[in-house]
């Protein structure tokens, strides 16, 4: 990060699920730059440790909070890896158990806690809105629809379950997150076919990408952490311009003066990743509009400038 972030009062204590991962572990050093007290729950205390360092209180079940004061802000990040092994009714099961069932279990801890926390920013994903075919040019808001298809029904019964938290009187906000872009994730594996001179537009390259630089991310989750206006609801974390496909691949491959010549076709997509290659091979066009709205100021909102400070 640039300048430290702000998520309120210092000494506030926030609960972090997924701290060990690309975005929770930046997550963690700019609430400890901020003066934060952070938990990290996770399946590996002993690992988190060691990657989050001992300023971090790691716990292993959410029964190790009792007797503490309260927790403020629960952040919640956890969820199994979604693009890779093909989606089989098991690997559905694991998805739904990594996101839906945790989630259930934090809300289900919030209902017997003695202070409830103010806040919980649970994330969720843009496959909320599904799939665009290419050349369908419509923006998608927080307030368009889910479809029928996996994805969008997981990251729907994703922000239900959060949602329940609301009858406890804490505020729920979902954060739906595009394409995180940084010095990891899916950025690096994307890069590299284009850093080895054979990347190029995938599956015909007019498909929609909805993205967002991760430090705009973590500056929007501080914002909403600070913001004295409700913020419940759904907020889409993506730039204000989606790109397209072959755009993303025209851009990196001038940035890291490659050609960008050889398109993949979408076949081989589909034949490995099965129902799963929509999300490649369609994409969505989603725009922040409550962030906008709201005032936030992205400070990557072009993605050659975005990709710039990464490459």
Avoid at 22 to 37: I, N, P, S, T, Y
Avoid at 58 to 75: F, M, N, Q
Avoid at 183 to 203: Q, R
Avoid at 244 to 263: C, D, I
Wanted: aromatic share 6%; with cysteine; glycine share 10%.
């Amino acid at each position: 990060m640039t300048e430290p972030l702000s998520f309120g009062p210092a000494g506030q204590a926030v609960l972090v699920t997924g701290a060990t991962g690309f975005v929770g572990r930046q997550l963690v050093a700019a609430l400890l730059a901020d003066g934060q007290h952070v938990f990290a729950l996770t399946r590996d205390p002993a690992n988190a440790l060691r990657v989050l360092g001992p300023s971090v209180h790691c716990i292993g079940a959410l029964t190790e909070l009792a007797g503490k004061s309260r927790i403020d802000i629960v952040v919640n990040l956890a969820g199994a890896r979604i693009l890779g092994h093909r989606w089989t009714e098991a690997r559905k099961a694991a998805l739904r158990a990594s996101r839906v069932a945790l989630t259930q279990r934090l809300v289900a801890w919030i209902a017997t806690a003695a202070v409830k926390p103010r806040l919980l920013l649970s994330a969720s994903a843009i496959g909320y809105y599904g799939v665009q075919p290419q050349g369908v040019h419509e923006e998608l808001t927080e307030a368009s629809p889910p479809q029928s298809i996996f994805m969008s029904q997981l990251c729907r019964e994703w922000e239900e379950a959060a949602g329940q938290a609301a009858a406890h009187g804490v505020q729920v906000a979902c954060t739906r997150f595009g394409l995180v872009l940084g010095h990891g994730g899916a950025l690096p594996s994307m890069l590299l076919p284009i850093k080895l001179g054979a990347g190029g537009p995938l599956g015909g390259g007019r498909q929609h990408l909805s993205w967002i630089h991760v430090e705009d991310l973590l500056r929007a989750l501080a914002w909403l952490a600070r913001r004295e206006e409700p913020v419940q609801g759904a907020w889409n974390f993506t730039a204000p311009r989606c790109a397209t496909q072959g755009e993303f691949a025209r851009t990196a491959a001038g940035l890291l003066h490659r050609p960008a010549l050889l398109p993949t076709p979408g076949w081989p997509v589909r034949l490995l990743l099965g129902e799963q290659a929509d999300l490649v091979l369609e994409g969505q066009c989603v725009v922040p509009k409550r962030m906008l709205d709201g005032g936030f100021d992205f400070r990557y909102p072009d993605l050659k400038e975005a990709l710039r400070s990464l490459v």
